[in-house]
């Protein structure tokens, strides 16, 4: 069984930082894709960013320039480093990965930007 731990999420004032974690651990041989969403009240699911097993990293146009997307092969983590934040990234952050067997979803961890 495979499981996706997130956090690093919380409240934090505009223009302020946050780094999110999302760990996966169980029965995974291979993880290609991994990834952030993050889904606000009343609004769909959206990509946020990915990134490939070689690195290579794709932005939403909102978060470009603030945002960067990394990851640890070795520890099968991923992170969201998070500056510049603004109250319109306030939103639930969902990780994802796509493995060799199928694709998993953390539980989400809330993300608060609010003076």
């Known amino acids: 069984q495979v499981q996706l731990v997130e956090s690093g999420g919380g409240l934090v004032q505009p223009g302020g930082s946050l780094r999110l974690s999302c760990a996966a651990s169980?029965?995974?041989?291979?993880?290609?894709?991994m990834a952030w969403f993050r889904q606000a009240p009343g609004k769909q699911r959206e990509l946020v960013a990915s990134?490939?097993?070689?690195?290579?990293?794709n932005y939403a146009d909102s978060v470009k320039g603030r945002f960067t997307i990394d990851r640890d092969n070795t520890k099968k983590t991923v992170y969201l480093q998070m500056n510049s934040l603004k109250a319109e990234d306030t939103a639930v952050y969902y990780c994802?990965?796509?493995?060799?067997?199928?694709?998993?979803w953390g539980q989400g961890t809330q993300v608060t930007v609010s003076s």
């Open positions: 994802y990965i796509e493995t060799e067997k199928s694709d998993y």
């Open positions: 169980g029965s995974i041989f291979s993880i290609y894709t």
């Open positions: 990134i490939g097993r070689g690195g290579y990293a």
